[in-house]
């Protein structure tokens, strides 16, 4: 690990990072979070049955639309040139779902806080979709999974 923050200068200043002299590479992150609820509450999602809609679909394209939005909410990341988000939701368990955001850009910095950023805000709409049958729905688990691309290399979490 790096003895010095990047995003503070020699004063210890915030600052953002420039990154106008890395080269243009391929990058990828990989990132996953779980949402727990009641039985019963997935089971009238996966069937389709909340009254406000495809709790499925909304979720995903929320996190699409987050990770495009990233640079809007995380003051010091860079706005990305997003060439791909692909999001995945499924039921792990009875009481347990998954939810994978992958997203690639080619530019000169990372997209790991746009994957985590995707996860976060589909979870969060997961949450609001499905709130009115089970308010003691838990957001867990968010982490970076993997990614590639950039100086540092490959990154895959244990």
Do not use: W
């Not at 368990?93 to 530019?107: C, L, N, P, Q, W």
């Amino acid at each position: 690990m790096s003895d010095k923050l990047s995003h503070l200068d020699d004063k210890g200043s915030v600052h953002m990072v420039d990154v106008g002299d890395k080269n243009v590479t391929s990058r990828i992150a990989v990132a996953e979070g779980y949402v727990e609820a009641e039985i019963a509450t997935l089971d009238l999602v996966f069937k389709g049955e909340l009254p406000k809609g495809d709790v499925i679909a909304t979720a995903k394209l929320a996190g699409i639309m987050a990770a495009k939005k990233t640079s809007d909410l995380i003051p010091l990341c860079h706005p990305l040139p997003i060439t791909g988000v692909k999001m995945a939701i499924e039921r792990v368990s009875d009481t347990r779902v998954r939810i994978e955001a992958r997203v690639k850009v080619s530019g000169q910095t990372g997209v790991e806080m746009e994957a985590l950023t995707a996860v976060s805000v589909a979870a969060l709409t997961f949450y609001d979709m499905a709130k009115a049958v089970d308010k003691a729905m838990r957001i867990e688990g968010i982490r970076l999974l993997k990614k590639e691309g950039g100086k540092s290399g490959t990154y895959e979490a244990s």
